[in-house]
């Protein structure tokens, strides 16, 4: 099992920037993909971002693409979502999640964190 745990979320004005973390623990090499979603209520889950766990390629929504940028710390096994420019559009949950090496579905959850973007 895998145990994911998210930090940074906030409150921040248009156009400011926030850092959000995902600390893995547990069963960590079995970590194939790490990725960020986000949520609004009412609305279905959206990907955001995510970096595969050994080789560090990287995947972007077009709607953060040049906005914010993934990435990873092996050593201490957190995964980082820095996020410029935001806009209240970006407003929403964001949760990190892992698949298993051999998979492709997102198995493992964080609780997810709170960003809110005011205009």
């Known amino acids: 099992q895998v145990q994911l745990v998210e930090s940074g979320g906030g409150l921040v004005q248009a156009g400011g920037s926030l850092r959000l973390s995902c600390a893995a623990s547990g069963s960590t090499f079995s970590i194939g993909v790490m990725g960020w979603f986000r949520q609004v209520p009412g609305k279905e889950r959206e990907f955001v971002t995510a970096?595969?766990?050994?080789?560090?390629?990287?995947y972007y929504a077009d709607s953060v693409k040049g906005r914010f940028a993934i990435s990873r710390d092996a050593a201490k096994r957190t995964v980082y979502l820095q996020m410029n420019s935001l806009k209240p559009e970006d407003t929403a949950v964001y949760s990190c999640?892992?698949?298993?090496?051999?998979?492709?579905?997102?198995?493992?959850w964080g609780q997810g964190t709170q960003v809110t973007v005011s205009s």
């Open positions: 970096i595969n766990w050994s080789g560090g390629t990287t």
């Open positions: 999640a892992a698949t298993r090496v051999t998979s492709i579905r997102y198995d493992f």
